[in-house]
């Protein structure tokens, strides 16, 4: 298994996070373009945990129609770095890649002064958040932007009533992922509490103009079958990660969801559909 410090090896779930790269991709785009706007010509963005590559495409996309820049992409994993590079192959923008870990303290020694540094869904996965917060703002150059995205609202994907089981299942997954991510924290070699929010950790950083905005992803039923792919995509997913903390009946209704050749897989389903809402971080250097 690749390096990482919580436990899950990435590489097995490449292929998923591609489809959920294609789903998210207009709103991956909307955000790019959001935040490179302000931009200088010529501009550094550094991806921090690029997984899959869909930010990196969205970026490069967006570089790309301002003139060019340089995209950098940052990984632990060898497998996702090449995967976040396939993706982000677009004319005018030079890609580099630099496999690093963003725990380590020789990170910004790794990669150039950014004016964008973005990072989503990464320092959580830091055993320090305190200290990936503010390794992160020693990469962003004087008036460049640090953006984090944590948090925001859990995804929804199911009906209440699924007709099999207890209703109410997707609450109970998610009330169970909690006790995972908890029980995933607390396992992590060195891990320290933060103890505060996103902005705070942000400031402390010596980071000014902290501020944060929202996006949604929101595919309403009935869905197309990709939609219905990830939904069942992502069902899985819980099933891995939640299984020990969910009752034998819900993992009972959550196998008969999950049973391809079953008459009640969930990738059948016209009423199922995706809904959350991302929460982007940002402080200027």
Not at 16 to 37: F, H, I
Not at 125 to 141: C, I, T, Y
Not at 181 to 193: E, K, L, S
Request: with cysteine.
């Amino acid at each position: 298994m690749a390096h990482t410090h919580d436990g899950l090896d990435w590489t097995e779930r490449i292929a998923e996070m591609r489809r959920t790269d294609a789903l998210e991709a207009e709103v991956n785009g909307w955000v790019a373009e959001k935040l490179v706007a302000g931009l200088p010509d010529g501009a550094v963005v550094v991806d921090v945990g690029s997984g899959s590559g869909g930010m990196a495409a969205a970026f490069a996309s967006a570089l790309a129609a301002r003139g060019g820049g340089r995209l950098v992409l940052v990984d632990a994993t060898r497998e996702l770095l090449h995967a976040a590079a396939e993706a982000a192959r677009t004319g005018g923008v030079e890609v580099e890649l630099v496999e690093f870990d963003a725990a380590d303290d020789g990170l910004a020694d790794a990669v150039p002064a950014a004016d964008l540094v973005w990072a989503s869904r990464v320092v959580h996965h830091l055993p320090d958040e305190r200290a990936g917060v503010a390794r992160l703002a020693g990469l962003v150059r004087p008036g460049g932007t640090l953006a984090l995205v944590e948090g925001g609202l859990s995804k929804r994907c199911l009906p209440w009533d699924l007709g099999i089981g207890r209703p109410g299942l997707e609450d109970r997954l998610h009330a169970a992922r909690a006790e995972w991510f908890t029980r995933m924290r607390q396992g992590m070699a060195g891990v320290v509490r933060a103890g505060v929010g996103w902005n705070r950790l942000l400031a402390d950083a010596g980071l000014t103009d902290v501020r944060a905005f929202s996006y949604l992803v929101d595919l309403p039923a009935p869905g197309a079958e990709p939609v219905r792919r990830f939904v069942a995509d992502w069902l899985a997913w819980f099933a891995g990660v939640t299984g020990e903390f969910l009752s034998a009946d819900d993992r009972e209704t959550v196998a008969a969801l999950l049973d391809e050749d079953g008459d009640h897989w969930v990738g059948h389903r016209d009423d199922v559909f995706v809904l959350a809402a991302s929460t982007a971080h940002l402080g200027t250097r």
